[in-house]
């Protein structure tokens, strides 16, 4: 039988001799070319994105300010100076020796001056919230002015209850309007008071009636009273001048101290 062209052993042979021939050549040209790693198993990753000249921004780096206001300009608190406290308590209008008195700390200030008598030589001593007159052999009772802070949306009536009359009888302890001047808003805390009261029981010892915070504040045979300025709602005050004049206002007319006093806050 003739035998077909291509098929005999040898002639296959010399076929896949020639193809494997030009597969290694393809191989080492490719090795050659692109180098080993193009053989090399790659991971799978996203797809790169295109790479663009967008500057790179820094981001700012946030502060924490643990540090407290040390100016006036930086709490805002004002500061006035010595002409300024002239006018606003009118030291032109006053006595020669009058005296003028300001906390900046608690923004209040008032004005005095001794009523005459020789031995009642006074000076004024500030203790926290208070400020007091002192004499010789009598300091922290009375003339004393103690200065409160407040709700301004509160009337005085509201804020002194809040502050002292918490929890009471409404019925036993309460709030009356306070006649002593007419300087200020003025309240004073009251109690009921037995009608056939005995001449030796003082009416002040009922005080009990009220919370024991408010019994010092409360009504007695002195003068004493809490007030406020309409105009400066955020702050009142507690006065007490008890049964003496006292220090005078510098006014030509009578008037003590406590008809001078100004927030100023």
């Not at 409404?170 to 009261?197: G, H, M, Q, R």
Request: with cysteine; hydrophobic share 30%.
């Amino acid at each position: 039988m003739p035998i077909e062209p291509g098929t005999s052993p040898k002639h296959r042979y010399e076929l896949i001799k020639a193809t494997l021939l030009v597969i290694v050549g393809a191989l080492i040209t490719i090795t050659i070319v692109y180098g080993i790693p193009y053989f090399s198993p790659k991971d799978v990753t996203d797809p790169i994105e295109p790479v663009t000249n967008t500057p790179e921004v820094n981001p700012t780096p946030v502060v924490e300010n643990t540090s407290a206001p040390t100016t006036p300009e930086a709490s805002k608190e004002k500061v006035y100076t010595q002409d300024e406290l002239n006018t606003i308590f009118e030291m032109d209008k006053k006595k020669a020796g009058t005296k003028l008195f300001y906390s900046p700390k608690l923004g209040v200030g008032f004005t005095y001056i001794d009523n005459g008598n020789p031995s009642e030589i006074l000076s004024i001593r500030e203790a926290g919230k208070d400020i007091y007159f002192d004499y010789p052999g009598r300091t922290n009772t009375y003339p004393k002015l103690e200065v409160f802070t407040k709700d301004p949306k509160d009337t005085l009536d509201q804020a002194v209850t809040k502050e002292f009359l918490a929890g009471a009888d409404s019925e036993d302890c309460f709030i009356t309007t306070d006649k002593y001047t007419t300087a200020y808003t003025t309240v004073k805390i009251n109690y009921t008071i037995p009608e056939n009261l005995g001449d030796n029981i003082p009416f002040f010892d009922y005080n009990t009636k009220c919370p024991e915070k408010a019994r010092p504040c409360a009504k007695t045979n002195g003068a004493q009273f809490f007030f406020m300025q309409p105009e400066k709602p955020s702050q009142y005050g507690f006065v007490r001048i008890g049964q003496d004049i006292g220090p005078l206002s510098g006014f030509s007319d009578i008037r003590d101290w406590s008809e001078t006093v100004r927030f100023l806050k």
